[in-house]
Nanobody, 126 residues
């Protein structure tokens, strides 16, 4: 069955970096779009970035553009989120999600996704 497992969350100082991983099983990345989402305490879930299935095209929410980079390793069936210049407002539980979607688009809206991981905590604090 489809499974997503996130890892890499940690406590980091402002300005620091982290790389999150999302290991996928039960499907292959060239047939599924993948999204990264986050949810901070008391706030709604927010789409952070996504990657299309056909060509690995990436999309980002404005607040992380230039700081976060999403990528994938087809051979490892794993998606990554490299987060640089982290800010306290990046503190949240980060989730990856997947949906069967062939093509060159993906979505930053959580309701478009069928499968979710358990999340990994990212805390940015001095």
């Amino acid at each position: 069955q489809v499974q997503l497992v996130e890892s890499g969350g940690d406590l980091v100082q402002p300005g620091g970096s982290l790389r999150l991983s999302c290991a996928a099983s039960g499907f292959t990345l060239d047939y599924y779009a993948i999204g990264w989402f986050r949810q901070a305490p008391g706030k709604e879930r927010e789409g952070v970035s996504c990657i299309s299935s056909s060509d690995g095209r990436t999309f980002y929410v404005d607040s992380v553009k230039g700081r976060f980079t999403m990528s994938r390793d087809i051979a490892k069936n794993t998606v990554y989120l490299q987060m640089n210049s982290l800010k306290p407002e990046d503190t949240a539980v980060y989730y990856c999600a997947s949906v069967p979607l062939r093509g060159y688009v993906c979505y930053l809206t959580g309701t478009e996704y069928d499968y979710w991981g358990q999340g990994t905590q990212v805390t940015v604090s001095s």
